[in-house]
């Protein structure tokens, strides 16, 4: 059974910072793509960031490209999201996923596996 536990979100202001981190169980996920999508109220769930099995492949949506930092530690399985210089607009429901893909397809596709979810709120 795999198993997405995402943590570290909450509360912060506009132009701070939060770091979120994915625990990954249920199988290895070295050969993974491992990623973050979000989801705001009355929206569609879009696109953040993903990084490839190695660590060395990432792709970012525009809208956090030079702000986000997306990465993994393969001895742990975990994966995380470092989110600098947040907006009001990164308000959202974070949510970690997993295929076996790339990254770039999952930024097109999804994942197969999903987390529960960790609420960021950006304040102005």
């Known amino acids: 059974q795999v198993q997405l536990v995402e943590s570290g979100g909450g509360l912060v202001q506009a132009g701070g910072s939060l770091r979120l981190s994915c625990a990954a169980s249920?199988?290895?996920?070295?050969?993974?793509?491992m990623g973050w999508f979000r989801q705001a109220p009355g929206k569609e769930r879009e696109f953040v960031a993903a990084v490839g099995w190695s660590g060395d492949s990432t792709y970012y949506a525009d809208s956090v490209k030079g702000r986000f930092t997306v990465s993994r530690d393969n001895a742990k399985n975990m994966v995380y999201l470092q989110m600098n210089n947040l907006k009001p607009e990164d308000t959202a429901e974070y949510y970690c996923?997993?295929?076996?893909?790339?990254?770039?397809?999952?930024?097109?596709?999804?994942?197969?596996?999903w987390g529960q979810g960790t609420q960021v709120t950006v304040s102005s």
């Open positions: 996923t997993t295929s076996l893909t790339t990254a770039q397809a999952m930024g097109i596709y999804g994942g197969d596996y």
């Open positions: 249920g199988r290895t996920f070295s050969t993974y793509a």
